[in-house]
C-alpha cells in the first residue's frame, strides 16, 4: 500500500510517497538519496544505519517508514554545521577513529546521541555507547579516543592540546 | 632502484641508520597525519558502490543453490520471465562455460563456473541471475525460477573427502584432494633421533568470515559500443579487470573496472565473486547498467572464507631449549572451490616455521575440496593458524623441559641477515628486541590476581608475496607523479585501499621523496583505464611494493627538476640537491636555494610547456620464493578466566611490532588495533556454524563479532628496525599483526587455570569442559590411594 508521509531530514522537510513495508533506512538511501547512512546488514544487528530520531539513535532499518511520519531525523550528512565540521567528525579524522570508513556514518550518530545525552562521559560509557554499532577495521580504540576528545571541546576544551 | 636507496641512506649515515633515526631526518615520515580520504568518510559523502546509482539502472539478484551437492537437471526460468518488471535472466547457458580461477596457467585449479552449468557443489553456489526493475522484483522473480535437481551425497569434512569411496566434488580430483605441498630442508629424520625431547600435538583451526561492514557489491554496465564499466568493491581492480575479460569473452582492454571507496576487504574482496559476474552478464544481455548487491546472508554464505586446518606437529629439541626439528602436516578444508587457497596452503606451510631458526624442516599440507564454501585468503593467509598451533606447541614444549617461554622464544629467534634455506631471505629481523620488550612488559605487570595469566605468542609476516598467480606481464606495482605549473602533483597508482591506510602512506612517501607537503598530493586511485596495473592489496604488501614504486616515480620526477634548478643554483658538481619544505637547495649548504615553486614553472618552461611526469615501478627480483622483506613482533595478552562459566576475558595486550621505518603511526597503531580485534574474535568465538555443509550463523545476531565494551586496553611497544628493500626503510603492518593473539590467548589461559585448548575457538563450553576434566584428573590420584589402601 502506498502512503504520504512527512519527514524532517537534517532540517529539511519532505513529503515522500512510501510503501507501507518501506524501513526508513531505504527511504533515506534510495528515495531522498541520502547514502551517508549505510546499510551493513538490515537486520538490526550492525548500527551502520543508525540515525538519531527524535532525539534517540535509533537503527534505520528496523524503523518503518510509516513509524518516522512527522518525526524530525538527523543523519549524518546533517551532523556539519554549514561548511564546518562538527567536533566529532575532527575527531575522528585527527584521531583516526576510521578505516574502511563504512560503520563511521553510524558510529557517528550514536557519538553525537550519547554526547546530545550525556557530554562528559568516561570511557565506559563511551564504549557502552557504541556497543551497538559494529566496527570490523578499528578494534574500537581510535574510536573511542575520537569520542572522548570531541567530548573535550564541545565543553570548552581544546582537541590540540594533548 | 633499491641500490640507490641504500647509497642515499648510506651518504647520510654512513650505514648506521635506524628507523628511529630516520623518522628524524624526514619531514612527513613518521608524523601522525590525518588520513587522506578523511573529511568523506566522516561526512558520508565518500561514495561507496552500495552507494551508487546510474541512470536506466537495473537491480540484480542471484538464485543460489540449496543443495551442498546436486546435479542440475533443468532451470526453468519462463514463469520468472512473465513476472512484470523483471528485464533479463542469465544461466549457466549464458556463460562461456568456462571455470575461473586465479592461477591462469594451471587449469586444475580454474574451477569455478560463474554460474554452475551441470552440478552445484556448496549451499550458496550460483545457479540463475535476474534483472529487474527493483531489488524486491527481482527477489519475486527468484522464487519463480523452477530448478530441478538430483541431489547427491555431499562431503562435507576434509578427513571424510580423502577416503576412498567419498563422494567426488570435482571429477578431475582423485580422494578431493585439491592440492598438495610439500617443503623440506635439512635432515628432519635423523635431527629427530638427536633430539632431547619430542612433543607431537594435534590442533584445529576453525573457520571464520571476513565480514566486512560493506558486503559484496557491483554495478555492470555494458554499452552498445560492447564495452564493460563496472564499479565494485574489490581488493584488485586489475584482477577483475582480466579475469572478468577472460570468462566473458572480451578485451582486456574493453572491459574498465572502477573501484570506488571499499568498506573492507581482509583478504575476502580478492577473489571474484557472483556480483561482478552475474551483474556483468545481466547488463550484456541488456545493454543497460546492472546493480547486485550481497544481503549480509549472501555474504556469509556465497563468497569464500578463513580455511579451517587440521594441524599435526612434531616438534624435536636438545634439553636447554635449542630446536632441531620440526615436522607439520596439515590436512585444509578447500570448500568447493580453489579461490586463494592454494597460497593459504603453501603459506601456512611456510610460517610454520616461523619465527624461528629450524635446523631441519619438514612440511606436508594438502588442500582438500568438500561440499561447502571456499576456504581463501583472509588477513594472515594462513600464518594465523601457523602461529596458533606453533605458539601453542613451543609453550608445551618450554614447560616440558623445564624453561622459560620467553626463554625458549629468544633462543630459537631468527636474526638479521638469516636464510630460511631454500625458501626466504631476511634481511631486517627485529625479534630478538621485541623479546625484550615484552619480557619487560610482562615483568612491569608483576603479579597477577588469581585466575589471570598472560601468554606470549612471537609471529612474522611478509611484506607482499612474490607470487606472480595471476601470470600477469606487468611490474608488480607501478607508480606515475605528474607534477602541474602550480607545483600540485597528481599521483596515480594501482594501490588498493580497503580501509587500511595505502592512500594516506603513499601520499606520505611521495611528499616525503619530493620535498613537499602531503597537501600537494592529489591522489588518483582505483581505475584500470586511470591507474598503472597493480596487483592489488594482499599480502601486506602495498607498503614496500607500491612504496618503492611511489618512490622511484617521484625520484625519477624530483631528477628532471633538479635539472633544471642545477642550472639556476650552479653547484659545484661534487654537491647534489635536493627538495626540502617547498626548497631546492644544496645538501651540503642548505642555506643556498630557491622555492620549488620556481624551479617547477621553469622546469615546464624549459620542457617546451609539457608538465614533469615521472615513472616507477617495482617487482622484486631474487629475494626469495615469498616476499622481499618481513616484519616480526610478539604479543603478549593478559585474560581473566571465569572458572564457573568458562568465559575468557581480556583485560590487557601489549605488542612489540617492528616494521621498519614507520611511514604513519596513527596507521600503523590503527592496524594494530583492528587486527588484535579480528585475532581475538578469531581467538575466542568466531566461527561458521554449520550442518551438512550449510552455515547456520550467517548473520551478526549469531555470528558475533566484539563490540566495543569487549575490547581490553592496549599498549604498543615500539621496536625500531630499517628494511633495506623497502622505501625509506618500510615494511608491513598490516596482516602480521592477525597471526599472534589466537595462541597468546591459549597461552594465556592456559597460565591462568591450567588447561590447554588445541581447538579453536577457545569457547566457554570447551573451557569449562576442559576445567571439569583437569578437576577429575587431579581427584584420580587420591582414588588410587584409597583404593590400594
Ligand atoms: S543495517 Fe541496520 S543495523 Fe545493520
Ligand atoms: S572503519 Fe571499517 S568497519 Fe569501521
Redo the contacts with the bound molecule.
Sequence with gaps: MERIINLNVNHECYEVVIHSCESL?DVLRIRLRLTGT?????????????VIMGGRAV????VLAVEADGEEILTVEGLAQGTRLHPLQEAFIKFGGFQCGFCTP?MLMSARALLDENPDPTEEEIRRGIS?N?CRCTGYVKIVESIKEAAKIMSGGDLHDR | MIDEDKTEITEEDEGDLTGALAHKIHTVLGKRIPAVDGAEKVTGTAIYTVDMTLPNMLHGKILRSPHSHARIIRIDTKRAENLPGVKAIVTGKDTLGKKNGIWRRYAELCDEEILCRDKVRYVGDPVAAVAAINEDCAEEALALIDVTYEVLPGVHDPMDAMRKGAPQVHNHAERNVNINRHIEWGDVDNAFARCDHIREDSFFCSSQHHACMETHATIASFGYDRKLTVWTSCQSQYYVQILLAGMLGLREGDVRVIRPPTGGGFGGKLSLDSTQFCSSLLSMKLCRPVKIVMT?EEDFIATKRRTPMHYRLKLGALKDGTLLAKEVKVVTEGGAYTGMGATALYLTGFFSSFPYKYPNYRYDGFRVYTNTEGTSAMRGFGAPQAMFCGESQIDMMAEDLGIDPITIRRRNSMTPNYTVPGQAIIRSCGLPECIDAIEKYIKKRGPLPSNHGIGVAAYGFMSGGIFNWIDTPYAFAAAIVKINVDGKVDLFTGAVDTGQGANTTLVMICAEELGIHVDDVRLHVGDTSVCPVDLGNWGSRTTLMNGNAVKMAAADAKRQLLAYASAQLKPNIVYDLDIKDHRVHLVSRPERGISYFEVVKDAIRGNEGQVIIGRGHYTPHRKGMISPAYSFGVQAVEVKVDTDTGKVELVHVATAHESGTVVNPIGLEGQLEGAFHMAAGYALMEELKMKDGKILNPN?RDYKLFLAPDMPESEVLEVDTYEPEGPFGAKEAGEGLTNPTAGAIANAVYNAVGVRIKDLPVSPEKVLRALEEKCLQEEKPDDLYVATS
Design positions: 533506512l549505510k546499510k551493513g546488514c538490515n537486520e538490526g544487528d550492525c548500527g551502520a544505519c543508525t537503527n534505520a532499518c528496523l553510524g551497538g559494529l | 549480509r551478526f
